[in-house]
């Protein structure tokens, strides 16, 4: 905690001099607002995120649906995207409308609402990456290397840690490009 208070007395706004000292801002960083938004992104703290609809990857992937099937953008695009409540009722017009779950997504349908997913994933913003699915799934890697294995999963969690590290020894293994610029552009 003494760490973070003698951080909070050293905020500026650029400049140099005994003035520019003198003069606090309220904003600790271009990227972060506090010191403990800076700390929790250092440390990689995230909190897990509480979905509106407990989805059932499960029966889904049980009932052979494919991951593409639904986040279509993943094979074309740097976005795996999530369906919206009209794809989803394609087929909840017809199947399980009677599940308490099914009974969420019909509402937010009716309403002319998209379900406000929780995103899962993700990099800081300060990590400058730039992730693309879809050269990753034509290389063939498989959604679980990432997104851990969601047929054992009911609701999505976040169940392998992105880091750099992990990243780097999954592209050593492919053989892929280890360059910088490949995510960091």
Same mark, same amino acid.
């Given at each position: 905690m003494l760490l973070l208070?003698?951080?909070a007395t050293v905020l500026v706004r650029p400049g140099r001099g005994a003035a520019a000292r003198d003069v606090f801002t309220d904003v600790f960083t271009p990227e972060h607002a506090t010191v403990a938004e800076a700390v929790r992104d250092f440390v990689g703290w995230r909190p897990f995120p509480t979905q509106p609809i407990q989805f059932p990857h499960t029966t889904h992937l049980a009932r052979k649906l494919q991951c593409e099937g639904c986040h279509a953008g993943a094979a074309t695009g740097p976005v795996a995207g999530?369906?919206?409540?009209?794809?989803c009722m394609s087929c909840h017009q017809l199947f399980a409308t009677d599940k308490p779950e099914v009974r969420k997504l019909a509402a937010y349908?009716?309403?002319?609402?998209?379900? #406000?997913?929780? !995103?899962?994933?993700?990099f800081s913003p300060s990590a400058h990456v730039k992730f693309n699915h879809a #050269?990753?799934? !034509?290389?063939?890697v498989q959604c679980s290397a990432c997104h851990g294995d969601l047929t054992r999963q009911t609701v999505a969690v976040?169940?392998?840690n992105l880091t750099m590290g992990y990243c780097l020894a999954c592209h050593r293994s492919r053989?892929?490009?280890?360059?910088c610029t490949t995510c960091h552009f």
């Open positions: 208070a003698v951080l999530i369906p919206d409540t009209k794809f349908f009716s309403r002319g609402e998209d379900v #406000p997913w929780q !995103r899962v994933y993700g #050269p990753h799934v !034509r290389a063939g976040r169940s392998v053989k892929a490009s280890i360059d």
